[in-house]
């Protein structure tokens, strides 16, 4: 057989979850941080209507899309990219602009699929410790080193659910050298747009990119949509390595929709709030260590790697699935998206009886 490049052959493939309903028992995931109610219904109506002419290709630059995306976000349409998914664009970048001479950065307990797009390039990952589980600026900026080409920030953080301040990423801006590219990862961006810290008008201080997605407040992850803010040059290079027609049309169609309808997609972050809120409280209550976050998840602290992963064995006996966070660097902590509210009373009552059954 034909060996792969040894890079590739080193790679473990992304993992994602692998999900089973056990016998007679519906699944409950609460595994992937996807939407707790579906789509708006006009996306389901423009979705309907764009399979009528599935025989056409897309339109390859989404130009309505990018035009409503625009007028909604305040931001200019040229420097717009689609992506099918944001994990397209952060494969691209890394690809364009990271390779075996150089590293990648990223804080310790950061999205594990910047990683794997580090692996794509062949370039060295470096990890920046965090603080309370939160981006640290200054241990970003210290854990830079002369070859460093890419630093991904999400922001608010997967699995941590933390958040840092516009102030910060703006330190952290202005402490990289200017030749380092600053992803900006904001695909929870809409759960925390209420506290009005916008930085799109960063990527006007050249190399920063910022990255938003349609999975995840607009409910639409199975359509793949996803959108950076790009200085030009790095939009122009980029698309060279993105596939032509990498949107579907009936995707540009539903995430138009979704964004014209951007009172859903409050109310959803809204009722998402108020649930995620009200869980953690019952979490702590019941003895467990979790902080409320700034996303649709909540991230469970266990006492060791070993007790999480037999909560979430316990757990899975029953259908439910939460995700053991192994692979950010956190083996002791459990992520629980914030669900439909009566998977959440199931997956907190298992959760709330199995830390009886174990006194923690
Ligand atoms: C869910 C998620 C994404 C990606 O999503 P797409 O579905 O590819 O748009 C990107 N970054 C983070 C941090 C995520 O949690």
Redesign the pocket.
């Known amino acids: 057989m034909i060996p792969p490049l040894p890079h590739i052959k080193a790679m473990q493939a992304y993992a994602l979850a692998d999900l089973k309903s056990p016998p007679g028992k519906r699944l409950i995931s609460l595994s992937q941080?996807e939407c707790l109610r579906p789509p708006s219904p006009n996306v389901t109506r423009a979705a309907e209507a764009a399979l009528a002419e599935a025989q056409l290709y897309p339109d390859p630059n989404w130009n309505a899309l990018r035009g409503a995306i625009s007028a909604h976000y305040g931001v200019p349409a040229d420097q717009i990219l689609l992506?099918n998914?944001?994990?397209?664009l952060?494969g691209c970048l890394t690809r364009a602009y990271a390779d075996a001479d150089n590293a990648v950065l990223v804080p310790r307990h950061s999205?594990p699929?910047f990683r794997t797009a580090a692996q794509f390039a062949d370039a060295r990952v470096d990890l920046a410790d965090e603080v309370d589980l939160a981006v640290s600026v200054d241990h970003l900026l210290q854990a830079t080193a002369p070859d460093t080409r890419i630093v991904f920030v999400?922001n608010p953080?997967?699995p941590t659910g933390t958040r840092i301040s516009q102030a910060k990423l703006r330190r952290l801006r202005a402490g990289l050298d200017a030749q380092v590219l600053l992803v900006i990862?904001e695909?929870?961006g809409e759960f925390a747009d209420h506290l009005n810290e916008p930085v799109f008008d960063m990527v006007g201080l050249g190399n920063t990119v910022i990255?938003r997605?349609?999975?995840?407040a607009y409910g639409l992850?199975g359509f793949?949509?996803?959108w950076g803010l790009f200085p030009p040059d790095i939009a122009n290079n980029l698309r060279k390595l993105m596939n032509p027609n990498n949107l579907p049309a009936v995707s540009q169609a539903a995430a138009m929709a979704a964004v014209e309808d951007p009172d859903y997609m409050r109310e959803t972050c809204v009722l998402t709030g108020v649930l995620r809120q009200q869980i953690c409280a019952r979490l702590v209550k019941a003895g467990f260590a979790v902080k409320d976050s700034f996303t649709n998840f909540l991230l469970i602290r266990f006492k060791s790697g070993a007790q999480a992963q037999k909560a979430d064995a316990a757990l899975r006996a029953e259908g439910i699935y939460l995700r053991l966070q192994s692979g950010a660097g956190l083996g002791h902590c459990l992520r629980m998206t914030i669900g439909g509210m009566e998977d959440n009373q199931i997956a907190v009552e298992a959760l709330t009886r199995w830390a009886e059954k174990e006194k923690i």
């Open positions: 941080n992506g998914g944001s994990l397209e952060i999205y699929f999400a953080g997967n990862d695909a929870y990255l997605s349609f999975s995840k992850a793949r949509v996803g």
